[in-house]
């Protein structure tokens, strides 16, 4: 009996009116195991040349026979990793041509038996699948469903689950490279081999434990300390990496600053090819900071355009020159812009207080408008300078290939970040942080020759850490929260 052929009679057998409420009482109890079946539209919503529909459950093929008209399917029915060409239609009514690829238990990116339909895009077409899949006895899978049930069925941890989310929102190149490397389980490795090392020092101490009044020392605190410190080492690295990691996934923070009417909302315009921001003649435009993303060099920029500094008395524009120097401090690179035709008489003083007041940031001097005056004497006032100057028209957009030039230099950073693995988790870095510290802790506890006791709590709050990262442990709410995040379909 071909497994088209099993399917059938079983689908005599679904719920009817009558017996309503202990199917739903069974569904429930099935969502509750995770092993029920759910669908959803994989696609975006609305009108497309090609629409997917994902289905995935134990038994989930036995919903197709009724609908799916596929004299391939019904003669040697369906087989794994191949798709199927045939008709679908509801009580008879034709809806569509389709396609459907079907995925054995244990071979699907779920782990469970599932299938996809690809129809048209059409919003009727895919309305009209999910309704008869809904009333088969599937219901609407929740935001990120698939890829929870795959990490509960084992087919990956929760940092490669995690890195299928990242891998749809990567904007850009290094952001792709980075979430497909911890797909395929680079980070995850890193993780477990970490694991491994305190595993076993862990358990030669818990061992101890057992014999205590004996007095025997199965692990060399010499050896353990070694490799605490070396474990230490590369967490806090990992940490490190987390300062790039937040750029890269965010967009790498760069503020537009300057004196009022030196061209800051001009330059955002003219970098995004659009006008995004009010740009006028009049000084104190710019009230609110405007943010967008750029797109260049395979990286992400957030371009932030901001209230020009000065003096004032008004209210509101206080307040945006508050918000200025808040972007400057949280910064990456700050384009500080100097009006060639009209330059602040205490610009050293301000560039001074700009260094002070946000060292972290890349700072790049530019005298704009210098299509229009001679920029000699700022030049000269810079002279002593450490930063970068640049000559630009924002307007004309004289200079700006120099400028972002620079701007990808003071990033070459990124560059590397595809080859090492660079943490761009927020929950990582939280567990790597906590992991850091029980580190210490346990290396506090060596030299100090604390009881074993004491030290094997260390080092399994240290192993902790670092299992939350992969998923070894995990709490219900923990996953709902991660996975909450999803799209629908994923
Ligand atoms: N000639 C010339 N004019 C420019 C250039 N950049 C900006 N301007 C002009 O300078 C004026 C002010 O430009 P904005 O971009 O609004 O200046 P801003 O720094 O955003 O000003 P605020 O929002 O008031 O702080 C506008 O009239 C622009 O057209 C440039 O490179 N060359
Ligand atoms: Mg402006």
Redesign the pocket.
Known sequence: MNTWQMYYPRRNGFPSNTNFFAHYLSMYLCAMLRDDIICALSTPQGVGALAIVRVSGANSGAILPPYFNSKRAQKLGLESHRAYFGDYSIGGEHIDEVLITFFEEGKSFTGEESFEISCHGSPYIVARIMESLLESGARLADPGEYTMRAFMNGRMDLAQAEAVADLINAENKIMHDVALRQLKGGFSNEIKVFREDLVHFASMIELELDFSEEDVEFASRKDLLDMLHSLKIKVSALIESFKHGNALKNGIATA?L????????????TLLGEDR???????????DTVEDTFNFGGLTYRLI????IRETEDYVEKIGIQKAFEQAEKADVIFY?I?A?APEQDLEERIAHLEQSAPQAELFLCI?????ADTYTILQRLEGSRRQIFK?????K?GLDELLAALKAATAWTSHSASQTIVTNARHADALRRTALALDKSIEAVKLSIPGDLLAQDLRSALDGLGEITGTISTDDLLTNIFSKFCIGK
């Open positions: 537009i300057g004196a009022p009417n030196a061209g800051k909302s001009t330059l955002l315009n921001a009010i740009v006028s003649s009049i000084a104190g435009t710019t009230r355009d901001t209230a020009g812009l009006d035709t704009n408008k210098s299509d229009q630009i028209a924002a307007k004309t004289d």
